[in-house]
């Protein structure tokens, strides 16, 4: 059976070999040194045809033999319109709060407020550029970070109204870094609820890509929800 | 490896302001080490290497690469943050659960489908798992492994360990299935889906047949087998789950919300298997290693930088990866946040000892012990392992290990060590999987660096760990980075076996360099395990060989820890009794006692050494003994 990398690099050698008796010798004795150091690595193929692909069954039940195209066939884990639309949405959803994050730069007087507000930004911006690549991969349409500005847009779950940003940058000291909490609680939860959507949906989450990004913010944001509410809580609500 | 997000966390923090941070641990990068300027291929690479010599090599096989991509897919380069990527011409997602058509994309993912992760040993076998499966190779002839067995059970990462005829496979992904098929599991809630712990019965090891699946909450990233000495009709299982919680709809008792007291993070999974019934297998315990005394299940890090110009570490939540020691009573855990130490000596109670963070880690990712349980190698996987992170820029103390000592059961931190080759953009390059060589009288750990190669390295003075071997190949592709590269580097009973992601199964050995003698590996040959799963450590012995004794005196001699005339008495007496066939023959009698008067002198001169050439002076002085021993 053929084993598609390895006979190539083999080819290449005996091509190698061929080609040194028509030229040069010192082309030849490259030739051949590059076979010497290599002896023992192509001696490792395999000559007896390889096992054949066994799949086990459920626990308790008997394996299978499957053939490699089976085997290899990923067509039912790929991505989703979902995953298309999940990453598409939490562009949007991840710039708002990099603007959230501007507005707290010139209104907290507190230290603590700073570093969550630039621990956010870094992540945020991050995952942006992730989300980006991974659209512009796959031939995807990448939206642009403030589409929800456009009268009329949706905005996705827990991202804020106009008002409310409004009343945000209207905020300043402790009563800004109360609302910058509970807003961005509130924003936070919303991707938490994005990822769970995405999750309940069939067929989404499926490719491994999506699945490791989708966690990640599930994890990430759950975790800055917390050390929030924590922050609201030592400010006296 | 961690997942997507990770690796770009923190990348846009400058990294000159880091460096200058730094303390100047190791020196900065070689800019005339053979490693750099290596060609790019996936089969044809240009190699560079000290110390270390390729025997075997073994592609993936069929049914674990994608014929169209053998070497996987492209990683996207990362871009400065406000640089947005054209929109292209969008083909039209289709709806309804339906995957958009048309040609593979031209760049994707990274392409871990088939990613070969990490290694187990048992007899002349070796089982290198894969997100798609695991394959095990007779390695009876290291110059010529045979391929036995492919299976095939997707589900990430499929890390392996072997306890007598029974495999143990971790699984993560929502797509993995209970009856190991490869259509993943549309809905959302479904009895089918599987993310926990597998185990397969591989009494046909052609043939391994699925006997149980533990479920977990967070699935099972990596996992730990854990002995009892005291009760061998059981084995347990670590099982450390990084990914997200499922719903409590699909599994009983999942809790995805942090501040909830029955939350599912915060913890790792103790399984109980019973060796004689492994189908009854079951979670007996989830205990909360990182709770503090007032009660808060995450009482540990909780995520940021350490000051101006320090790494951001993880929040801990969870642990990467543990590693035991269960004849010493102790686990190592690499957990997001922190490096803890726990005392396992009741396996399902592990309790906690000692936390400690570290200002240049961002993801604490796996540990190991060395020989006598008294220092901890822990690895920080900045970038995920997904990211060039070994590049001239980057700092020699970030995407590196830290060498902790023991000191009365708490971890103190004396040195990093980072493979010290700078790498291309192309290479995704940081610490990760390694196991200890058996050099007597030394602590010395080989390593894979993902696309940096296989590193070894020494650590007996943990303050100040250096390479001494290396192989590493050119980047995949010239142009952009498929994540590739050495998963996990172990030794197994005289060879390294490298998992080598996109490239397959790499098997090496040893070679003498100024910094490794001939006898210092035949020694370490001497060393002998039936089974080998690199996060269950165990004790090492010598054999009272002549070979050990002449290893140690190698050693002796490059420390100059040992008088001249010492040393060439020693030589002497080791060259006379390789010579006797018994201890009865003529003359033999005199060559004995001058061993064992040798071995006392050597204890008298132990008395005023101190340190590694203390116990060396020691060991020489016991292998001395015990030489003679044999033979009376």
């Known amino acids: ?237 | 490896m961690k997942s997507a997000v990770q690796r770009l966390v923190v990348v846009s923090l400058g990294v000159g302001a880091l460096v200058a941070a730094v303390a100047a641990q190791q020196p900065a990068f070689d800019p005339k080490d053979p490693r750099i300027g290596l060609k790019a291929g996936l089969r044809d690479a240009g190699v560079a290497s000290k110390g270390l010599e390729l025997v075997a090599s073994m592609g993936r096989p069929e049914g674990f690469y994608d014929p169209k991509q053998p070497a996987g897919e492209p990683m996207p380069p990362e871009r400065q943050g406000n640089q947005t990527p054209e929109a292209p011409a969008a083909a039209a997602p289709q709806a309804g659960g339906q995957r958009p058509g048309g040609a593979p994309p031209a760049g994707g993912g990274g392409g871990l489908n088939f990613a070969n992760s990490d290694l187990a040993f048992q007899g002349n076998r070796v089982i290198i798992g894969n997100f798609h499966g695991f394959n095990t190779y007779d390695i009876e002839n290291t110059r010529r492994p045979r391929l036995i067995a492919s299976v095939v059970c997707p589900g990430g990462q499929g890390d392996v360990s072997i306890y007598g005829n029974l495999l143990f496979m971790s699984v993560e992904q929502t797509r993995g299935r209970v009856d190991c098929g490869v259509e993943g599991v549309a809905d959302a809630v479904s009895r089918e889906r599987f993310r926990g712990v597998r185990i397969f019965d591989i009494t046909d090891v052609a043939r391994p047949r699925q006997v149980a699946a533990v479920q977990t909450c967070r699935g099972s990233h990596t996992h730990t087998l854990v002995t009892n000495p005291a009760d061998r009709t059981k084995i347990y299982v670590y099982g450390s789950g990084t990914s997200t919680v499922r719903p409590g709809e699909e599994l009983e008792g999942c809790v995805g919300k942090p501040d909830d007291p029955n939350t599912s993070l915060f913890s790792i999974d103790v399984i109980e298997v019973p060796i004689a019934a492994p189908e009854r297998a079951r979670i007996v315990n989830t205990p909360r290693i990182f709770a503090d005394d007032k009660g808060n299940l995450g009482g540990l890090w909780q995520g940021g930088n350490h000051g101006e110009g320090t790494q951001t570490s993880r929040m801990t939540n969870q642990c990467h990866d543990i590693t035991v020691f269960p004849a010493v009573g102790l686990a190592a855990g690499a957990c997001s946040g922190n490096g803890i130490l726990l005392d396992i000596s009741d396996p399902v109670h592990p309790k906690r000892l000692d936390a400690v963070v570290d200002k240049s880690f961002a993801y604490w990712h796996s540990a190991t012990f060395n020989h006598d349980g008294t220092k901890v190698i822990f690895t920080d996987e900045w970038g995920g392992g997904t990211r060039p992170r070994c590049r001239a820029e980057d700092p020699t103390t970030w995407g590196a290990n830290a060498v902790f000592d023991i000191v009365d059961r708490k971890l103190v931190f004396r040195g990093y060590y980072k493979m010290p080759a700078a790498q291309t953009e192309q290479e995704n390059c940081v610490a990760h999987n390694g196991s200890l060589i058996p050099v007597p009288g030394r602590d010395i750990m080989v390593q894979g660096w993902y696309q940096g190669g296989v590193s070894v390295f020494d650590f007996t003075d943990s303050t100040r760990p250096f390479e001494i071997a290396y192989f590493d190949r050119g980047p995949l592709d010239p142009t952009q980075l498929i994540t590739g590269g050495y998963w996990s580097a172990y030794w197994y009973n005289g060879h390294i076996y490298g998992s080598e992601i996109a490239r397959g199964l790499d098997i090496f050995r040893l070679t003498p360099t100024e910094h490794l003698t001939q006898h210092e590996i035949d020694a370490a040959m001497l060393v002998r395990a039936e089974e080998v799963n690199a996060q269950e450590q165990k004790p090492v012995t010598w054999p009272a060989a002549s070979v050990v004794a002449r290893a140690y005196l190698d050693q002796l001699n490059r420390t100059k820890g040992i008088q001249p005339a010492r040393a060439q008495a020693v030589n002497a007496a080791l060259t006379r009794v390789d010579e006797l066939r018994t201890g009865r023959e003529a003359g033999a009698g005199a060559v004995l006692d001058q061993l064992d008067a040798l071995a006392g002198q050597l204890d008298t001169d132990a008395q005023a050494s101190s340190g590694a050439d203390q116990k060396r002076l020691r060991a020489l002085a016991e292998t001395l003994r015990g030489r003679a021993a044999r033979l009376r």
């Not at chain 1, 490259?30 to 192509?42: C, E, G, K, S």
């Not at chain 1, 550029?129 to 905005?155: C, S, Y």
């Not at chain 1, 919303?190 to 949906?201: H, N």
């Open chain 1, 1 to 237: 059976m053929s084993r598609g990398p390895r006979s190539q690099s083999r080819c290449i050698l005996v091509v190698l070999i061929l080609r040194g008796k028509h030229v040069t010798s010192r082309r030849l004795a490259v030739a051949v040194a590059a076979l010497l150091a290599l002896p023992a690595v192509q001696a490792a193929a395999q000559e007896e045809p390889p096992p054949p692909i066994i799949k086990p069954g459920a626990p308790g039940q008997p394996s299978t033999v499957i053939e490699a195209a089976k085997a290899t066939d990923l067509s039912k884990v790929g991505y989703t319109r979902a995953d298309v639309e999940f990453m598409q949405g939490m562009i949007g959803h991840h710039a708002q709060a990099i603007e959230m994050v501007d507005l707290l730069k010139t209104r907290t007087a507190s230290d603590d407020m700073r570093k969550l507000g630039q621990r956010i930004e870094i992540s945020q911006r991050d995952e942006i550029r992730m989300m980006k690549e991974w659209l512009t991969a796959r031939g995807q349409a990448v939206p642009d970070e403030h589409a929800h500005h456009m009268p009329g847009a949706t905005l996705m779950p827990g991202m804020l109204t106009a008002d409310e940003m409004a009343k945000l940058g209207a905020a300043k000291g402790v009563a800004f870094d109360r609302l910058f909490l509970e807003l961005m609680i509130k924003h936070h939860m919303g991707a938490v609820a994005m990822v769970q959507q995405l999750f309940a949906t069939e067929g989404a989450g499926q490719d491994g890509e999506i699945f490791a990004f989708a966690s990640d913010v599930d994890a990430d944001q759950a975790m800055e929800i917390r050390r929030m509410a924590i922050m609201l809580k030592e400010l006296g609500r």
